[in-house]
């Protein structure tokens, strides 16, 4: 019934081994700039995916084979769900996870029975992460499925939806909080629009601001260490979201005086969607003080929709570990595999396999950013195309030590720059070497 604990556990054999369920990249305990990589990538499975997606599409029902699961709404069929999920991440040797509130618990027929529901799996969860020792990465409250958060959550035209969510999400950083989560997960779900003709944005963004506000105030209230992550997303479901890019979200907060109090969490697959690099989406983050935690999925190039495939990109994981060791590692985030199996990859073991690849691969680019931190030789390259910043005029302007005026007349003076060239094709060579 449960095929992970029948499974061999999954571990480092190196680049050589012929076994498809050993890794080849991921050595938990080598060190990589002096630390291990297990600290440096801090794996995380997402119990939705893993536990509760049954691979349904638009054109047709689910076909995840769960034989765990008897489908019932009951907490026994939770608990043992949360049992299977242990075992998962054992077999795997994945030190975190995350949840949201009905992922893990059923909800009841009242406000007050779905909040027992989850208190009593809570219960089971502190058990299974002392038994097995693992973590909690993130917590978060699933404020998009149910039909009352069709017209949003926080920005529901109607106030009584608006305290259901509020609810929810007090219950879920209790619930958060009673596991030691690392942190909690703001996803706007169904926060954004569909069409302007209904809708009052200027209303719907300050309710925002003020349920954001709200949980603040509790997170302090209660010593809630964790980290808060704000996670972008451009569109889908709705179709404008309002966090919809990294940009976005630190100029809401910005806006609404909570920059403080939140980082980001940056999912690959919806960078794609906002028309950005991942790349990008960690560079303006990480500018800003603000990269907090990754989700580490990918898009399908070819499709416009969130596929939440596994992480297999290598380049790319290389330019996001690139840009995670540059800022000195995670803090409370981590690397968390919002991903799931296509719909035709249904049995478990289809799981194991996807999780072995997302980890190998980012293993693998954590290596290779490594070196390339080591060789220096971009680095440097880079450094040198903006030398003229570092003497003279250059240095002046950026220490804030002239004047308009006076650039006007240093201009009038100074011979017509010569530019270099910015050989991206000699960085795209050099960047190439290492793979
Ligand atoms: C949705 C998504 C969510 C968040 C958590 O696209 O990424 O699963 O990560 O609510
Ligand atoms: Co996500």
Partial sequence: MNPFRTLPKVRYEGPDTKNDLAFRYYNPDELVEGKPMREHLRFSAAFWHCMRNTLSDPFGVGTAF?????????????????????????LLGIEYYCFHDRDVAPEGTT????????????????????????KLLW?????????????????????????????????????TQALGGQGYVFWGGREGYTTLLNTNMKRELD??????????????????EGQFFI????????????????????????????FDDFELNIETNHAQLAGHTMWHELQVAANAGKLGSIDANQGNPYLGWDTDEFPTDLPMATQIMLTVLGMGGFRKGGLNFDAKRRRDSYEPLDLVYGHIAGMDTFARALKIAAKIRKDGTLEKMVRQRYSSWDVGIGAEIEAGKVTLKELDAYARRCPEPELPSARQEMFEVIWSRYF
């Fill in 111 to 134: 406000v007050s029975e779905s909040i027992e529901n989850l208190e009593t799996v809570v219960k089971a969860l502190q058990r299974l992460q002392n038994d097995r020792g693992k």
């Fill in 231 to 258: 996670e972008p997303k451009p569109k889908e479901p709705t179709t404008h979201q309002y966090d919809s890019d990294a940009a976005a979200c630190l100029n809401f907060l910005r806006e609404y005086g909570l």
């Fill in 66 to 90: 769960m034989p765990w699961d008897d489908e019932s709404n009951t907490l026994d069929n939770a608990i043992r769900r949360a049992e299977v999920f242990f075992d998962f991440l054992d």
């Fill in 207 to 224: 309710h925002l601001g003020r349920f954001l506000h709200l949980a603040v105030e509790y997170k302090k209230l209660i010593g809630f």
């Fill in 139 to 175: 917590g978060t409250a699933c404020l998009f499925s149910h039909p009352r958060y069709a017209q949003g959550a926080a920005t529901s035209p109607n106030a009584n939806v608006f305290t259901y969510a509020a609810s929810q999400v007090k219950n879920a950083i209790d619930a």
